[in-house]
């Protein structure tokens, strides 16, 4: 056992787990995966290897994982009515990189959300691979709504014709027409991607407009409202089927990690059951009511508020930076992360916003009752953030409410 054998890990394993226990996680892209998930994750097909496809691999003994692999593509295929899945992505940096990888060849256009409106490092940024290897425009947000302005997005698309159009973010708090997407890029003779590694739990549920009748390709995590294991996965039409499973391996991938690759399929089992849609409407409606509350305190919200399961608080006028208001929160017991804001003048590593989500909180049975209690400790941080004492005290609430909702309640 870790605890005898290596005091290092496991005694930071376990203090990550009390932090996780007595803390408010508010980070959008975070969650708490179910037991069967986590099992998965931890199981012997970590000793496996498994390069190439179900029925093709390069090693032997791979009856087992093939079936593992197959069943994650057919719950994937079936849960967003995909003709494709690919599991096999480690992640959904990996899921972009195998679809750039299949459609453009260095040099090639690509048209994106900026990172400072919501889109992701991925998406074109210079300091990624995406920025480096491809040519990389991007659209943002009107300056006044905070809100995609397609009209403007379908003058860029057409004026630069590029060959990839990418649509989804990783901060933005308003529903996406993909069908609307779909047209633009039609018109400009371009090929879509949605990325929807922020939604996809809301997208299953409903809530938010599935991209899959619209894009050529989609992409995802699992880890994010999806609840499953760290990971990403693709989804496609038939034609590019071979081309995306060659870019994932060989192209950009060696051997697939089995275990996720299971725990993927766990999560997508969970994701097919009627409780998800029920815990997806309860996030998005917890992430109403904190925005909400959290505006009624005198805090702009960017866009105005939100249809799904995050938002961006600007704090301009609070005197305080993203990264100060993170720190200070984190010193509470609320775990955020600072965001730019659209047109930020601040830099990625600073940033003027902080973004919330709820994901998390809900997978712990937190409602709105619990949101008030929240945006009302947030308010009651930043106002006194040079006050010792009234911090401490906040702290101590916070422990003992987070407490109340275990990460994993007793069976
Ligand atoms: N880093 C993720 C997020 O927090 O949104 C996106 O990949």
Known sequence: MLRE??????????????????????????????????????????????????????????????EIERI????????????????????????????????????????????????????????????????????????????LDYGKIREAALSLKPRVIVCGASSYSRTIDF????????????????????????????????????????????????????????????????????????????????????????SFRDALRPGFKAYQEQTVNNCKKLCSEIAGRGYRIVSGGTDNHLFVIDLVNKGITGLEAQELLESVGIITNKNLLP??????????GIRMGTPSITSRGMKEREMEKIAGWIHEAIEHKDNNPVLKDIKKQIRRFALEYPIYPAA
């Open 72 to 147: 994650a593509v057919e719950r994937a295929c079936k849960l967003f009515g995909a003709e494709h899945a690919n599991v096999q992505p480690h992640s959904g940096s990996q899921a972009n990189m195998s679809v750039y990888y299949t459609v453009l060849k260095p040099g090639d256009k690509i048209l994106a959300m900026h990172m400072s409106a919501g889109g992701h490092l991925t998406h074109g940024v210079a300091a990624n691979f995406s920025g480096l290897f491809y040519k990389p425009s991007f659209y943002t947000v009107d300056r006044e709504s905070e809100m």
């Open 179 to 266: 069908s609307m997407f779909s047209q633009i890029a039609a018109e400009a003779g371009a090929i879509l991607l949605a990325d929807i590694a922020h939604i996809a739990g809301l997208v299953v549920a409903g809530i938010h407009p599935s991209p899959v009748p619209h894009a050529q390709f989609v992409s995802s995590t699992t880890h994010k409202t999806l609840r499953g294991p760290r990971g990403g996965f693709v989804l496609c039409r038939s034609e590019y089927a071979s081309g995306i499973n060659s870019a994932l391996m060989p192209g950009i991938q060696g051997g697939p990690l089995m275990h996720v690759i299971a725990a993927k399929a766990v």
């Open 343 to 352: 047109f930020d003048p601040l830099s990625p590593k600073v940033t003027s």
């Open 5 to 66: 054998t290596d005091r290092e890990i496991y005694l930071a394993l376990k203090k990550e787990k009390e932090k996780q226990s007595a803390t408010i996680t508010l980070i959008p892209s975070e969650n708490i995966v179910s037991r069967e998930v986590l099992e998965a994750t931890g199981s012997i097909l970590t000793n496996k290897y498994a390069e190439g496809y179900p029925g093709k691999r390069y090693y032997g003994g791979c009856s087992h994982v093939d």
